[in-house]
């Protein structure tokens, strides 16, 4: 799966706090009115089944329906059937469904109704059981009505017995529904098995997850509908009834009933179209009995869309990619499709493994709540993730479609071949998926660096979430759904990712790979956690290798795993290596840390060059152990630089003179150390001074030379590392000669690169954006007039044709009039491409317009207007200005109901909504206004880390102004006095 929430990172783009008084008093009233209401949202556990039927919502904010809550029986009985309350005790009061009974097989038939806006659907589960019961647990969500159940027995002649149900009842809080029978199920043995038939119907409206019915409009704007599915974590059970875990691994016997100018599709190939069978004309698409697989992988698509098809170079696998058929004419599927070969051939042979399905299919989705989803054989994607047109969309739009192709095609190997046994091990998912998804980018488009954009979207990003004692490990245990979906996050993903690479750079590249290609052909079709990866590692080394290694596998993997963090290596004048926990609070209480066998420490591989030999060496620094530099050779005025190319998941701190000759050497001559390494004393240094590991003038030292950088790995780390800085400061009288400074830093890259959008490389492309976008920030007026200019031709002139990859910045800081936004909303409504719609979305949520952040807040909900894939970057790009993230803040708290009923307390996009708009506060006042909200509204499981997190943060966000403002106004002042 690829996350939805793609947002610039808030350091990079959020604006705190509210300039106009005004707007101070307006939003302080609000928040007011909602705390005095009490917006909390009463999540009971009465036992209900909730029903779905089309009305209209009432409330401000619109959309196409809405769901009523009825308390009515909890099933729908058979004749020997009673509705009974929850008993007591049970193995439904647990999370983890019960290990004696195993499905093995899915008789699942749906019926999508896109007319009524519902479905009906059976599933026929077969079940073994392995000691005696009374009860059969499966999964299903409160509101997927159950209208009938039944329970036979198959006997080893394959004759049948019917069981009767004497109870059927649910369990809310665990999300189970269970019958009972009257007499013990006995232990099935001998081909014996149990089969359960469950009828049920739900709605295909009002949520983007389950099963669900997605809009979009055609080349001549006529509404058309598709019904698509996204299962993971926990989403299957929305769906259907089923046994909703992932070590539990089901054959699928798949049918889908549709409208015969419909196309359907499921993980299989299809069987057969039965076109004759039912009196009401519908088809019947009956696919092939899938390979085992767990429940979060089944994919349901119902549409006209029509496809590209090429095929694979070893086995002549049909791969195609599906789109609406106004899309395919444009060409917006042709990128996906050429990547989407090489990518596949390339894993096919690079995992050693032939890819397990008859086809694979990519499917884009119009109402996407995921960023992408593995659905092995039928992968579904976001639009702005699959579709590319050379016309409209950007590099850094390429770049994605590439990455999230290659990520999720990693998935047909890393999660659906071989899978976590449980979702505390998300990362044998996503961090194998974020790990490998470079080497498949790399075999598509080779000419892109693209190994160098690891360091910055994976290592420094990880590295930023890491660093507080909110963090955990990237083993961490969860049980409920909204707790597993939480940890869907940086770590799992990219500190993941950065795990595999620890591993890989210890053991080098053919013992990594032959490990890992072990591992895939042990566990096939079946699961693992991280003991079982780093034992068939070890067997793999054990068995073909004389290399004699210190640690085992899991001795030295055991510390990067299953305890959060990582280590700053501090190297003192005497050239000794040790290491510390890095935090960047440097008052955190290290009482609450939770406890570690390995305290803290771990088996650090570093790698150092020096300014007289730039060969690199390396060292390896043990747990609780000293490791002593070989540096003898290096004169008394020389440097020496540690973690070569950022290569390992460390952070350095050098003595303070070796801190200033680094610096000294960036101003004489910076292009000694390498793009990567300029990017890392950069990202380190802004690391370390809010530690107070080193000052801010120290820290803001190494960014004296940045008039001469012309890399794009080193401005993206000064964008994100800066970013927090300029936040805090923005509403200090500091903030005029932060942007002064840092204006006439960058405005000669900026100038150089300039406007046209056409010249360069794949990188410069992706720098011209990032160095003209922080032009913009810091007031250039070159780069405004250019905007503001372009901005009004396009306004004139909808033909006007605007570069791709800089028209956002036009759009955002063309400072449109209210007229003018108008044009763009409507623009934004009727365009057609995905890519396109979120360049416009920047620019309408870019306004302080305090009428125009109002009606751009209702729009945010109005699906009709934002899809609702989109609601939540929406609400969040608003909050990037200082008047739009008081209102979007206001807002959020008078319609928190609303949003939990709509999205539910445990969807982890809505956990992240309010660190997203508030995490960056520093002010007391802010501070009480965060607690209160959530001392009258506790986020659920899935928000629980966000709000601790949150809370943390802004306090020490105060802590920083009371601390920091007058040292960084004091460097500031002395450079700009100094500067020509």
């Known amino acids: 799966m690829q996350d939805s929430f793609e947002l610039e990172s808030s350091h990079k783009q959020k604006n705190a706090g509210c300039p106009k008084w005004q707007v101070w008093v307006g939003c302080s009233l609000l928040v007011a009115i909602g705390l005095g209401v009490g917006l909390g949202v009463g999540l009971s556990n009465q036992k209900t089944v909730i029903v779905i039927e089309e009305t209209t919502v009432k409330s401000p904010m619109t959309t196409k329906t809405t769901a009523t809550q009825t308390t009515i029986p909890t099933t729908t009985a058979t004749a020997t059937t009673t509705i009974a309350t929850v008993p007591d005790d049970g193995p439904w009061k647990n999370y983890r469904l019960p290990n004696y009974i195993t499905p093995f097989h899915y008789q699942l038939t749906l019926h999508p109704n896109m007319t009524t806006e519902t479905y009906t659907g059976i599933n026929a589960m077969n079940i073994n059981i392995t000691q005696n019961t009374k009860y059969i647990l499966v999964h299903a969500d409160a509101k997927l009505e159950i209208l009938s159940c039944k329970l036979h027995k198959v006997l080893a002649d394959m004759s049948t017995e019917d069981i009767p149900i004497t109870q059927e009842f649910r369990v809310p809080e665990y999300e189970y529904y269970v019958v009972s029978t009257e007499n013990e199920l006995e232990p099935n043995t001998g081909g014996e098995y149990y089969v359960l038939t469950m009828e049920f119907q739900s709605s295909l409206v009002l949520r983007i997850v389950g099963l669900y019915m997605s809009f979009y409009k055609d080349d001549k704007g006529n509404e058309k509908t598709m019904v698509g599915s996204d299962m993971e974590p926990t989403d299957a059970r929305k769906a259907y009834p089923c046994f909703d875990e992932p070590a539990l691994k089901i054959e699928y016997t798949t049918a889908l009933i549709h409208e015969p100018h419909h196309t359907a599709l499921s993980n299989m190939d299809v069987d057969m179209v039965d076109d004759t069978s039912r009196a009401d004309g519908l088809y019947i698409t009956k696919f092939k009995k899938s390979v085992p697989m767990s429940t979060y992988l089944g994919c349901f698509a119902v549409s006209e869309f029509t496809y590209l098809e090429k095929f694979s170079k070893k086995n002549n696998i049909s791969l195609r990619v599906y789109v609406p058929p106004h899309q395919l004419a444009a060409g917006q599927a042709n990128y996906a499709m050429d990547v989407m070969k090489e990518v596949f051939d390339y894993f096919e042979e690079f995992f050693g493994m032939d890819y397990s399905l008859p086809k694979c299919d990519m499917i884009s989705i119009p109402n996407f709540g995921t960023g992408a989803m593995e659905n092995w054989g039928l992968i579904t994607y976001r639009e702005t993730n699959l579709l590319w047109d050379s016309m409209e969309s950007s590099t850094t739009n390429k770049q994605r479609v590439a990455a999230v192709i290659a990520h999720e095609l990693v998935h047909q190997w890393f999660g659906n071949v071989v899978t976590m046994k449980w979702w505390d091990n998300i990362w044998l998912n996503e961090g194998f998926a974020s790990f490998f998804e470079y080497y498949g980018q790399r075999e598509a488009e080779p000419e892109w ?187 008394a005025d020389g440097w020496f630089k540690l973690n070569s190319e950022q290569a390992g998941y460390y952070r350095v701190n050098y003595d303070k003179e070796t801190w200033r000759k680094i610096s000294e050497q960036l101003m004489t001559n910076h292009t000694v150390f390498s793009e990567l390494d300029r990017s890392n004393l950069i990202n380190d240094g802004f690391e370390f001074a809010p530690a107070n590991i080193l000052s801010y003038p120290e820290a803001l030292n190494l960014t004296r030379y940045l008039d001469k950088e012309t890399s794009y790995f080193v401005w993206d780390a000064f964008s994100g590392g800066s970013s927090y800085i300029r936040i805090m400061l923005e509403s200090s009288d500091i903030y005029t000669d932060f942007k002064l400074f840092y204006k006439q830093k960058v405005k000669p890259i900026a100038d150089e690169l300039g406007w046209n959008a056409t010249v360069g490389t794949h990188v410069e492309k992706l720098n011209r954006y990032l160095v003209l976008a922080l032009a913009l920030r810091y007031g250039d007026e070159d780069a405004l007039n250019n905007a503001t200019g372009l901005f009004s031709n396009w306004i004139a002139d909808e033909s006007y044709y605007l570069y791709p990859d800089t028209r956002q910045l036009v759009y955002r800081y063309g400072n449109p009039t209210a007229s003018e936004w108008e044009i763009m909303l409507e623009r934004y409504i009727r365009e057609p491409v995905a890519s396109e719609k979120t360049n416009l979305l920047r620019g309408l949520t870019s306004t302080e317009d305090v009428a125009l952040i109002d009606r751009m807040l209702d729009n945010c909900y109005n699906d009709s207007v934002v899809l609702s894939q989109d609601f939540f970057n929406c609400v969040t790009y608003i909050s990037y200005t200082p008047t739009g993230n008081r209102m979007a803040w206001s807002w959020v708290q008078l319609y928190w109901a609303d949003l939990v009923t709509r999205f539910g307390i445990d969807d982890r996009n809505l956990g992240r909504l309010v660190p997203n708009i508030v995490s960056d506060y520093n002010t007391e006042l802010q501070l009480w206004e965060v607690e209160a909200f959530y001392e009258k509204n506790p986020p659920g499981d899935a928000g629980e880390s966000g709000r601790v997190s949150t809370i943390d943060s802004i306090k020490t966000n105060i802590q920083w102004m009371k601390d920091n403002q007058e040292a960084i106004g004091s460097w500031l002042a002395n450079e700009l006095a100094v500067m020509p």
């Open 449 to 635: 660096q693209i190994m160098d954009h690891f360091v910055i979207d994976d290592a420094q990003r990880a590295l930023s979430a890491d660093d507080t004692l909110t963090s955990h490990p990237v083993v961490v245990n969860v049980s409920s759904p909204g707790q597993i979906t939480s940890v869907f996050d940086t770590i799992s993903y990219s500190k993941g990712a950065c795990v595999l690479k620890v591993m890989r750079d210890w053991l080098g590249e053919d013992l990594f790979m032959g490990g890992i290609k072990h591992y895939l052909q042990k566990r096939l079709f079946s699961n693992a956690d991280e003991k079982d990866l780093f034992a068939d590692v070890q067997e793999y080394l054990d068995t073909n290798t004389s290399i004699s290694f210190p640690w085992s596998v899991s001795e030295y993997m055991n510390p990067w795993v299953l305890q959060m963090g990582y280590p700053v290596i501090n190297v003192s004048s005497s050239n000794e290596a040790d290491q510390n926990h890095f935090l960047t609070d440097p008052n955190a209480d290290l009482t609450t840390r939770p406890g570690s066998v390995y305290n803290y420490n771990w088996n650090v591989q570093l790698t150092y060059f020096t300014s007289d030999d730039p060969t690199v060496k390396t060292g390896l620094l043990e747990i609780e152990n000293i490791l002593t530099l070989n540096l003898s050779s290096l004169p």
